[in-house]
């Protein structure tokens, strides 16, 4: 399943110049670009994303999984599914940018509560300033932050910052990876 979604990921959602051409959200120009939406938003990466997710989490309690959205949404959808037809439920929750403006004003919606052990997820890690938001959001409102899982990371040292705050990080799939693709 790693190498079709990595085939998919690479054929989908990669983009590459020769001369920096693609803005990051760091403000930073790269050769590079990956746009998930692509991969996470289609039957079959759900489908991959789902069931690959689901196994590096399964066995370890947990209550959810979620991240800042939109790049964790589809991913989180993706594993509470597969885990609710693998009959290990696992909530899906979402860390919003700004708390909402009425109502109940929360950052984070879903059915996750103090205490419960999480995932938090994204789309691709550059800095990891996007998912230390999460983190630091899902730790605000009572959560155990377990693992984060990327799935990309496009080691420039996000991995490392997020890490250094004491979590532990995973990558569905590495910069490297798709880069051996874009040689061939």
């Known amino acids: 399943m790693k190498k079709q979604l990595t085939d998919m990921i690479f ?9 920096p051409a693609f803005k990051l959200v760091s ?16 039957p079959e990466g ?7 997710i689901f196994d590096m989490i399964k066995n370890n309690n ?3 999984i979620g991240g800042l959205t939109l790049g964790a949404d589809p991913i989180a959808n993706a594993t509470a599914y597969t885990s609710y037809i693998k009959k290990a439920p696992i909530e899906a929750f979402v860390v919003r940018k700004s708390a909402k403006a ?20 994204d789309d691709v890690i550059t800095t990891g300033k996007s998912t230390i938001e999460a983190i630091n959001r899902a730790v605000e409102a009572g959560l155990e ?35 051996e693709l874009y040689k061939i």
């Open 145 to 179: 932050v377990v693992k984060v899982i990327a799935l990309i990371d496009r080691q420039e040292g996000g991995r490392e910052n997020i890490e250094a705050l004491g979590y532990k990080v995973e990558a569905v799939i590495t910069r490297d990876e798709v880069m």
């Open 102 to 121: 009425h109502g109940t004003m929360q950052w984070i919606e879903g059915n996750v509560n103090t205490g419960d052990r999480v995932v938090i997820v």
């Open 46 to 52: 759900m489908y991959l994303i789902g069931n690959i």
């Open 11 to 19: 054929h989908r959602a990669f983009k590459y110049s020769e001369k």
């Open 27 to 42: 403000g930073a120009m790269s050769n590079y670009y990956f746009n998930c939406k692509a991969v996470t938003l289609h």
């Open 62 to 64: 947990i209550k959810g």
